[in-house]
């Protein structure tokens, strides 16, 4: 579990947390080309530069599932109705009122 393939970056603050792991070997890595990685082992003391066989796809991807995981049920939203309205206007300007008049008076 202690290998490491490390691809192409040249974000700096990758390059500098893996210069942790592998030294100054780090900045080899924005020079990387497609397929090849900074392959390391430290127990078994191995850093060095793979190449791999870029990989080549022979068949076409096929659907393996009928239909999506998750479809999102409709939702009903009900109306408030007018009563409950008016309700919500009432408290609404209860609050609002006294507190303007807390504002006014406190300047």
């Known amino acids: 579990m202690k290998q ?5 970056t040249d974000e700096r603050n990758d390059v500098k947390y893996i210069e942790g792991f592998i030294g100054d070997k780090a900045s080899e890595l924005k020079h990387l080309k497609a397929g090849e990685f900074i392959y390391s ?4 003391n191995i850093l060095e530069k793979i190449q791999i066989n870029p990989h080549e796809q022979t068949t076409k ?4 599932l009928p239909r999506p995981i998750y479809e999102p049920k409709p ?15 009432v408290l609404y300007f209860s609050f ?3 507190f303007i ?7």
């Open 96 to 98: 609002l009122l006294p």
């Open 101 to 107: 008049v807390y504002l006014f008076l406190r300047a």
């Open 61 to 64: 991807p096929q659907r393996i």
């Open 75 to 89: 939702t009903i939203v009900t109306k408030p109705q007018a009563s409950q309205q008016s309700i919500g206007q």
């Open 41 to 44: 082992h430290p127990t078994k």
């Open 4 to 8: 490491r393939y490390l691809g192409w």
